[in-house]
């Protein structure tokens, strides 16, 4: 496609459950990220991989939330027993070129709410 | 730690006005600094990034950002605002070649005609 794009656009859930978050990088782009942002505030890194590997993974709140790109393309953002601290804007990124590239795009976001 | 400061929660400029949106930031090596975008509801949109060269960097839009090494700053600019440019804006850091950026809080900039 030609931006990143997020799915779903919105997700509600109880605390407790289980959610994933996916997300589909512009097509050729090698570097894919997480970050989260919470209400006020501006994008916090949680993960960045290189490829099918998770290249820094040091923005991960806790042991709950997890990441795959088996593929070297797609990604999930998986987190489990959520809380209702984790209610934030979900926003995916990627970018191209040696070293992950130097400008990274973002999609739309999942905006997800524990209730 | 890298860090981004942006001092203005809130930038209000006149339509046609030029406008100013301040970033500071701290890294220990070089900087690779960015401005975003962000509308309501909607991701972030890149606008003009800073790497080496030319201390004034021109983007998306009109903008433009000024890039001031001893003072550890990278102001957004525009000449004559419009009432299209009402957002907030992040200002953002990536230091060398780590690959994460550290964004700051935001600015909302409001263009009134």
């Known amino acids: 496609g030609a931006g990143v794009s997020q799915t779903p656009s919105n997700k509600v859930t109880e605390k407790g459950k289980y959610v994933e978050l996916r997300c589909d990088p512009i097509s050729g782009h090698t570097a894919l990220y997480w970050y989260r942002q919470s209400l006020g505030q501006g994008p916090e890194f949680l993960i960045y991989?290189?490829?099918?590997?998770?290249?820094?993974d040091s923005g991960l709140p806790n042991d709950r939330f997890f990441a795959v790109r088996p593929e070297g393309s797609v990604s999930t953002l998986k987190i489990q027993r959520t809380e209702r601290g984790d209610s934030a804007v979900y926003l995916c990124?990627?970018?191209?070129?040696?070293?992950?590239?130097?400008?990274?795009?973002f999609g739309p976001g999942t905006r997800l709410t524990v209730l | 730690a890298q860090s981004v400061a942006q001092p203005e929660d809130q930038v209000n400029v006149a339509e046609g006005n030029p406008l100013t949106v301040k970033c500071t930031y701290s890294?220990?090596?070089?900087?690779?600094l960015f401005w975003y975008v962000q509308y309501p509801n909607r991701g972030l949109q890149f606008l003009l990034k800073?790497?080496?060269?030319?201390?004034l960097v021109k983007g998306s839009y009109g903008f433009e950002a000024e890039f001031n090494k001893s003072q550890t700053s990278f102001h957004l600019k525009k000449p004559s605002a419009l009432v299209s440019d009402s957002a907030l804006y992040f200002c953002?850091?990536?230091?060398?070649?780590?690959?994460?950026?550290?964004f700051g809080a935001g600015t909302i900039l409001r263009v009134k005609s």
């Open positions: 800073y790497i080496t060269g030319d201390n």
């Open positions: 890294v220990s090596g070089n900087p690779y």
């Open positions: 991989f290189q490829g099918t590997g998770a290249a820094d």
């Open positions: 990124a990627s970018s191209s070129g040696l070293a992950g590239g130097l400008t990274q795009y």
């Open positions: 953002a850091v990536r230091e060398g070649y780590g690959n994460k950026l550290v």
